[in-house]
Each structure stands twice: as structure tokens, then as C-alpha cells.
């Protein structure tokens, strides 16, 4: 990855907040690839007051299952699910096509590139190897994590 992709993704800690306007099934889907990301990030109840002030937090309103579709399926599935995100908002994309981590990242850095309304911030950008874990029976070896989150430009 260049320089240039580096400082488009944010490399820090987040609370992450799943959207109870989600499914059960989407919930329990995102946890469960969430939970493979490096601890660095943790995931709160929108209920409850486990929040951690110190962190910034992702508000993740949509999901993408990315898993199996061939490039450029994984960003135009993402281009239409961020028309439902809005500013402030996070949607959170998986994926097993490694054109994707390229696609994805060049999507958010011409956001901020044209004058638009709406900025794409790529907040985490992550490849989950699951190759050598042994007790795994993942369908894929190879998964990329995405959160976005829709920033105001002005």
C-alpha cells in the first residue's frame, strides 16, 4: 500500500455502535466478522451506557457482504448502500476479492477529491488471513474489512 493510501485510512482505536435498525441475523453477522478485527476495536451497545467516551465512535447504519462477488461487485454494492448512510453515519463493507482493497480505497479518496457534498472518511481498512487458523471452517481464507463513514464536506 503507498503512502498516499495510508493517509487516507485512519489507524486508531473505535467504539463501534451497531444500528438496531439492523436485523437480528445482520447484527449477529457483523459482530461475528467484527470480532476477527485486532482488539484495538471494541463494540457497544447504542442502549446502554458501555460507550467509551474516550474513543471515537463508528455509528454503523448498513453492511455489505461483499464475500464471493467478483470485482467490481464489492463497490457497486457499496455505492448504493451509502445513499442510505447518512452524515455522521458509518457502513461497514466485507469482502474476498483482493481488486476490492484497491477499488474501495480510490472510491474514497476521489470523494474528497471532487467537490461534493458528502466526504468519504475510510476509517478501517483491514484483511483478516484466516489461512492458518485450523479450527476455522470459513468459506473464505481472505477477508477485507471497510468501514466508511460519510463525512460533511462544508
Known amino acids: ?8 485510512i485512519t489507524q486508531e482505536s473505535y467504539a463501534i455502535c451497531l444500528s438496531t435498525d439492523l ?6 453477522e457483523m459482530t461475528h466478522l467484527l470480532d476477527l478485527l485486532p482488539a484495538s476495536h471494541s463494540i457497544a451497545d447504542h442502549s446502554k451506557s458501555d460507550v467509551d467516551s474516550a474513543l471515537p465512535l463508528l455509528d454503523i447504519r448498513g453492511f455489505v ?3 464471493g462477488l467478483a470485482c467490481p461487485m464489492p463497490l457497486l454494492k457499496t455505492k448504493v448502500a451509502l445513499r442510505n448512510v447518512a452524515i455522521g453515519e458509518s457502513l461497514y463493507i466485507v469482502a474476498t476479492d483482493p481488486n476490492s482493497q484497491a477499488d474501495i480505497t480510490a472510491f474514497c479518496r476521489q470523494s474528497q477529491q471532487v467537490q461534493s457534498s458528502d466526504d468519504l472518511k475510510l476509517m478501517v481498512n483491514d484483511v483478516t488471513d484466516l489461512t492458518g487458523d485450523s479450527t476455522s471452517l470459513q468459506r473464505f ?5 471497510f468501514i466508511i463513514t460519510k463525512t460533511d464536506s462544508n
Open 141 to 145: 481464507a481472505t477477508i477485507y474489512h
Open 1 to 8: 500500500m503507498s503512502a498516499d493510501s495510508q493517509s487516507l
Open 23 to 28: 436485523s437480528d441475523a445482520v447484527q449477529r
Open 65 to 67: 457482504d461483499g464475500r
